[in-house]
């Protein structure tokens, strides 16, 4: 078929970008939603994971510390008809090689999960159920190279959803 540019204008300055659905092979990869001062405000990508596979995303963070909050939905994914969906993920957080952050239970955490339904919360993100077993980190980072590691707690295969919010301040 034939190929063309998408384009898409707003007469409305409020609004903050776009989120552009790429499909190819029944994967799904979604294009960075920016802010107009260019700055990421989401990111997000389904994959398939297999028995004992690692998915290891990275970014660069540049200007000011940022809070970003780090997903990956596995068992929520059902409600939305997501057959085959991880059902016990896990992300690792690194900087330098060194591990700074870790999660697999979202809401079993010293806060109780409360800095990620604030971030949800902030950055509009689908909640997810109190008792799920999917992972969020909300860490406050400084300018630099991380490394993200998703993988399923048991080494088990599923569907995985994996994203990345910067979370405004207010």
């Given at each position: ?108 955490c010293p806060d109780g999960g409360a800095a990620a339904r604030m971030a949800c919360g902030r950055v509009g993100a689908f ?44």
């Amino acid at each position: 078929g034939s190929r063309r540019p998408l384009v898409i204008r707003s007469r409305d300055v409020r609004l903050e970008g776009i989120l552009v659905e790429l499909a190819d092979g029944g994967e799904h990869c979604y294009a960075p939603l920016m802010r107009p001062e260019g700055v990421m405000l989401n990111m997000s990508v389904r994959l398939p994971l297999h028995h004992g596979e690692v998915a290891i995303p990275g970014l660069v963070l540049s200007g000011d510390r940022q809070m970003v909050m780090f997903r990956a939905v596995g068992p929520a994914l059902g409600a939305y008809g997501v057959e085959n969906a991880m059902s016990d993920p896990r992300i690792e957080l690194y900087k330098d090689g060194k591990m700074i952050a870790q999660s697999c239970d979202w809401c079993v955490c010293p806060d109780g999960g409360a800095a990620a339904r604030m971030a949800c919360g902030r950055v509009g993100a689908f909640p997810l159920p109190e008792d799920s077993l999917d992972a969020v980190i909300v860490k406050t980072l400084d300018p630099g190279a991380y490394t993200v590691m998703i993988k399923d707690e048991d080494g088990f295969s599923g569907a995985i959803l994996f994203e990345m919010y910067t979370v405004p301040p207010y």
